[in-house]
């Protein structure tokens, strides 16, 4: 099949996408997802097994350290599918309270000679009880893939609803504070806020919290300010036994093309600063919490040095879009092969 390599889909399949309008083959890629039984016979060509890639992340064993970033399943329709191509973990989700249009059209761009994209979605979403339904549909035939979902809302109260219907059926809820396109979320990246939300949250939860952070720029005379506000934003996830923090959320930029001028940016170009942030929030936090790497990881090169940085897990999206659907396992595959010429044993940071 020659979407499974990643080769042989960039030089075949993805032109023919690209030829589409981005939502437009997002909306194709999940028609073939839909097409459970062609991606169960893949399975055993896109999975590797090897125990040298387990991790431990937030007290659940996972097969490898490659997950679904959210954003890709917004409403989990497509995530028994999803489970086939290999991912140790899979995030579903941005899910909303309420269904949500999100923002109008033109909402995606590709900047294709950079390999990455720009998205302002804005939380499109069919709301937690359709998403409830999809994912308690798709639990059986997950083979054991954990499932990780990602929640937000502008209210507190939003937010505590769409955890408590869905952390009965997910393995862990991630909260996503830090989505630059949408109005509201912002309040959760002040410290107290963040705090009352974590304190209620805490008070019904029985399962791993993760929270998605907001990124910063690593260079010292343009990002200190928010490189404090987003440390202060991990140490009250410390403090409230939050079990992991993602790293991070796209990077806003401004664009003319989008309907509402400004986007969020993933993929190649952020790699750089979400591996220092990394390692930034290793520093700061020691070993009392997980941290998923999400940004700009292509490759086993790029997922072994965000976890040289103090990463437990990377999670990808853009590259699934650039490389298909075999690079789940192209990833792992290079894991192993450098981890025998470093000698690692197993992944540890």
């Known amino acids: 099949m020659l979407i499974i390599n990643p080769d042989t889909y960039r030089t075949f399949i993805k032109p023919l996408l690209f030829r589409l309008s981005p939502e437009t083959a997002q909306s194709l890629s999940h028609i ?12 055993p060509l896109l999975n590797v097994d090897n125990s040298r890639l387990e991790v431990d992340l937030a007290g659940m064993r996972i097969n490898n350290p490659v997950g679904l970033a959210a954003g890709y399943d917004k409403d989990c329709e497509s995530l028994p599918s999803l489970a086939s191509l290999g991912f140790g973990y899979l995030t579903c989700g941005t899910v909303t309270e309420l269904p949500r249009a999100g923002n109008p ?19 499109p979403s069919k709301g937690v ?6 994912l308690e549909q798709a639990l059986p035939l997950l083979n054991g893939t954990p499932v990780v979902a990602s929640v937000s809302g502008v209210a507190p109260d939003e937010i505590l609803r769409c955890h408590q219907r869905l952390e009965p059926l997910a393995s862990a809820i991630e909260v996503n504070i830090s989505s630059p396109n949408t109005l509201g979320l912002r309040i959760f990246q002040q410290s107290e806020t963040l705090r009352q939300l974590l304190l209620g949250l805490n008070d019904q939860r029985s399962k791993p919290l993760f929270i998605k952070l907001p990124p910063y720029l690593v260079t010292p005379s343009i990002g200190s300010e928010q490189k404090d506000m987003v440390l202060s934003l991990v140490n009250v996830c410390a403090e409230q036994g939050v079990e992991a923090v993602t790293v991070s959320n796209t990077w806003p930029v401004r664009d003319s093309r989008l309907a509402v001028g400004a986007g969020g940016l993933s993929g190649k170009p952020v790699f750089a600063d979400m591996l220092q942030m990394v390692a930034d929030i290793r520093a700061e936090t020691g070993s009392s919490m997980a941290i998923n790497a999400c940004g700009g990881i292509f490759s086993g090169a790029d997922a072994l040095a965000a976890i040289q940085a103090g990463a437990t897990t990377v999670q990808i999206l853009t590259s699934l879009v650039y490389r298909g659907p075999g690079i789940v396992r192209r990833i792992n595959e290079q894991m192993l092969s450098l981890m025998d010429r470093e000698h690692m044993p197993a992944l540890t940071y």
């Open 105 to 123: 059209s033109p909402r995606v761009l590709r900047y294709e000679s950079d390999e990455a994209l720009v998205n302002s979605l804005g939380f």
């Open 32 to 43: 073939a997802l839909k097409q459970r039984q062609i991606w169960r016979a893949a399975e």
């Open 129 to 134: 009880e359709h998403t409830a339904t999809r």
